[in-house]
């Protein structure tokens, strides 16, 4: 083998190496090699130069591939990568199982498994960690890193960045954009007693615009602050009978004074606080406590759904006496499914 064929394989790429499109220049160039190799052939030029031609169009098309391969691995390197952590990646219909080291293209959604945290990490530094059963969409992967939060807590260690790149957390209540910073983001799904979800962030250290629509003006938070975009509980809408002009009876879910939905809350936040120390047991009585103390109360049916997710952990017998009670207190509520699967034996 001569040292031109000798350089031609070394310049080829292997056999398990990524095939990315070539641009038009680089098959352009690729194709003219080609035939500059053929035409010495063709001109009876002696046996080496025609070989050292081929060698040469070999190792153009090598060096092309070669090229190509570098910039899909360049791109390859913007993605999310997994560190660490219990959970599963969605990427179009299908959903696996995470797995360390998993590449996290746009499009991905990452959950995290119920009381797992999931730890992953951009190219350039910025470390993230996902937890309290978030789910998080990689929305963009490029110069502009953008995040849409659909539940959970995302802590966030950004790494100043550099000129046209961008770091943005999108939730369903504020935009949130940094430069180079330490905050984390507290994500509430919304719910039939939370509409539109809650959304609460803390900054650590530098600075995170807070952008929650026109007309109202960017926010800037700076380390130490916090910010909270609260529950906001649905209208409570008395019943209407058309038919009949007299009065109606209260409508189950009443108004209640300030006092008393403050007093709600905190019960419902400390059960669920319980919830996320792992402490079932507590949780489950938090969750009953409130529903005796305000019986069909505008948080009955949300703790009524907890306290049936919870026993459904800790006694299936007990479980199936409150999926029983739910289902004659709320026929039609939104966890039905849910409670006839447990009332099943």
């Known amino acids: 083998?001569?040292?031109?064929?000798?350089?031609?394989?070394?310049l080829a790429p292997g056999a398990t190496d990524p095939e990315p499109a070539l641009t038009v220049e680089e098959e352009a160039a690729s194709l003219e090699a080609v035939a500059l190799a053929l035409a010495a052939r063709r001109s009876g030029a002696r046996r080496r130069w025609s070989t050292v031609a081929l060698a040469a169009a070999a190792a153009l098309v090598a060096l092309v591939g070669?090229?190509?391969?570098?910039?899909?691995?360049?791109?390859?390197?913007?993605?999310?990568?997994?560190?660490d952590g219990?959970?599963?990646?969605?990427?179009?219909?299908?959903?696996?199982?995470?797995?360390?080291?998993?590449?996290?293209?746009?499009?991905?959604?990452l959950r995290a498994s119920p009381g797992a945290v999931v730890s992953a990490r951009f190219r350039e530094g910025t470390t993230l960690t996902l937890g309290r059963s978030g789910v998080v969409e990689v929305l963009r992967a490029d110069e502009e890193r953008r995040l849409g939060l659909r539940a959970g807590v995302l802590e966030a260690r950004v790494k100043t960045l550099g000129a046209g790149e961008r770091f943005v957390v999108e939730t369903r209540r504020a935009v949130l954009e940094v430069r180079g910073t330490q905050f984390?983001?507290?994500?509430?799904?919304?719910?039939?007693?939370?509409?539109?979800?809650?959304?609460?962030?803390?900054?650590?250290?530098?600075?995170?615009?807070?952008d929650v629509g026109s007309p109202a003006p960017l926010r800037t938070l700076r380390a130490g602050d916090e910010w909270e975009a609260p529950c906001v509980l649905p209208p409570v809408e008395p019943a209407v009978n058309a038919a009949q002009p007299v009065p109606s009876p209260p409508a189950p879910h009443r108004a209640e004074p300030e006092s008393s939905l403050k007093r709600m809350n905190a019960l419902y936040e400390r059960a669920l606080q319980l919830k996320r120390e792992g402490k079932l047991e507590e949780a489950a009585a938090a969750l009953a406590s409130l529903r005796r103390a305000f019986p069909m109360g505008p948080l009955d049916e949300a703790a009524a759904v907890e306290e049936l997710r919870l026993l459904e952990r800790l006694s299936p017998e007990r479980a199936q006496r409150a999926a029983r009670q739910y289902l004659e207190d709320y026929p039609s509520g939104y966890a039905r499914d849910i409670a006839q699967r447990l009332r099943s034996p």
């Open 1 to 10: 083998m001569s040292a031109d064929e000798k350089a031609a394989r070394l």
């Open 66 to 83: 070669v090229g190509a391969a570098a910039r899909w691995r360049h791109a390859d390197e913007r993605l999310l990568v997994v560190l």
């Open 86 to 109: 219990d959970g599963s990646r969605d990427e179009g219909a299908s959903s696996v199982a995470l797995e360390r080291g998993a590449r996290l293209r746009e499009g991905t959604v």
């Open 184 to 210: 984390s983001v507290d994500v509430t799904p919304a719910s039939s007693t939370c509409r539109d979800g809650a959304v609460r962030v803390r900054v650590d250290e530098g600075q995170v615009s807070v």
